[in-house]
């Protein structure tokens, strides 16, 4: 059966798990007053900086992945084994001091391995639920798609709503929560693909790449005797971190910014080379990541680029491209940058 784990770092004896909740909280929320003076880039640099001592020569790579951990979205990190898509997964964790959780999915994973199971108590005669490995701030959800779809598909109601219902009765996760997943290419052996409602869950999809020369000599020497991870420790705390999703959710939009996401989204629902646009969610998640992205490089404003380069990371793994794009060897990175590239920018009077 899939591997369950929970890392040590970060960890409190009296939050061994993400707190169980069956209400919505009320009241102001203290995060937001927090994220009023925290500097964004500052912090962004330092998480990025502790990152890129593990996953080296990858700094684009790394900055998608703070764009989605500000944007309170999820991440899918897709490639061929041994690139380290996992060790990229683990440093992102391992700098927040929360809980962290590693899921190794496998064929013979089962649903309430993710999200928990109602199990009998005799003596109180009552059912008790046991909360699975989705109760934390940083679930690593090893190899996906290495999982049957029915047990991916425990993960729709968690990564949208943040929240599990099991019996009828509804757990509320613990903020920050963000999923980290790995995958394999569809045609390694052994894999199902994400459905879309899946894919659609997802803020972004990166790919690791090889490691440029340097790079590769550079770990042949360092990762000899010593595993870099062993070494890293918290940067940021759970609260810090939403205080910093609150600062960036404050960043100013201006209104032909917003009229210009929505063009790119309706772009991919005309093209005739997609057969599956953008849904609405995706503009929603793109604007997010376009403000997570404008704070990261110190600005407390959005400008086109931060929507144009967040496009193919956001907007790419959710589209299916017709039979006849397929066979003309197209893929769905190449069909975004083009509607970048034609559709205009608005501009406001």
Known sequence: MGRVSESTVGLHPDRG?????SAPRHGADPDAAAGADIDVAAEGARL???IG????????VVRLALVVLLAEGHLLIEDVPGVGKTTLAKALARTIDGTVRRIQFTPDLLPSDVTGVAVYDRDSRAFEF???AIFA???????????????????LECMEERQVTVDGVSYELARPFMVVATQNPLEMEGTYPLPEAQ????????????PDRDAELAMLDERATVDPLTALTPVVDAAQVRALVAAVGRLHVAEPLRRYVVSLVEATRRSPELRLGASPRAGLQLLRAARAAAALAGRDHVLPDDVQAMAVPVLAHRLLLTPDAALARRDTQRVVADLVASVPVQRGH
Do not use: H
């Open 17 to 21: 798990t993400a707190e169980l909740r």
């Open 48 to 50: 990025a900086e502790a």
């Open 53 to 60: 001592r593990v996953v080296e020569g990858k700094p684009d």
């Open 130 to 132: 046991k909360p699975g």
């Open 137 to 155: 701030n940083v679930v690593v959800a090893d190899e996906i798609n290495r999982a049957s779809p029915k047990t991916q598909s425990a993960l």
């Open 199 to 210: 894919r659609d869950r997802f803020t972004a999809r990166v790919s690791m790449g090889y």
